[in-house]
């Protein structure tokens, strides 16, 4: 037993289904490629962070500071996540996504850790000044490339071949 399929209510249908999807790759794609101007804030919380840190303080402040920094960016994060009107489903991540969180992490890590070194060495006044400066600017050097880098085959997800 078949029903007759008309060819053009089948297009019809099927681009009924497709605009959206397509909508959300577009939104996620406009949300990604923002650039350097989405990372600043973080960047500028970061450079703080490690400018104060570099300071001579009590042990207590160290702690504060820190608290501080995690909820500054804890906050840029709900706020994003607020903003962001494209909610995918954890399965969209694909490796690439999660690969730049690793990389990003491990690259911040070491670089902070190898400016922290060679600022000792050097013995540069102001060395947490100059370690921020250069760690900040790696982030912003890095993170917008990378995460363009990781979204970009979102698109394309569904149709492998």
């Excluded at 250069?134 to 490339?145: E, K, R």
Aim: include cysteine.
């Amino acid at each position: 037993m078949s029903t007759p399929v008309d060819a053009e209510r089948a297009w019809a249908d099927l681009q009924r289904i497709r605009v959206p999807q397509e909508r959300v790759y577009d939104e996620l794609e406009r949300c990604t490629v923002t650039g350097r101007r989405g990372y600043l804030p973080i960047a500028a919380v970061m450079w703080v962070y490690l400018a104060v840190s570099g300071l001579d303080l009590p042990p207590w402040s160290l702690w504060v500071v820190l608290v501080a920094y995690v909820g500054a960016l804890a906050a840029m994060g709900v706020r994003s996540s607020r903003k962001s009107r494209v909610r995918l489903h954890r399965s969209r991540y694909t490796w690439r996504v999660y690969a730049v969180f690793g990389v990003a992490g491990v690259l911040g890590g070491a670089s902070i850790v190898l400016t922290s070194w060679l600022v000792e060495w050097a013995e540069i006044p102001y060395g947490s000044l100059v370690q921020a400066t250069i760690c900040a600017g790696l982030f912003l050097l890095f993170t917008a490339p990378a995460n363009r880098w990781a979204f970009a085959p979102m698109r394309h997800y569904g149709s492998r071949r």
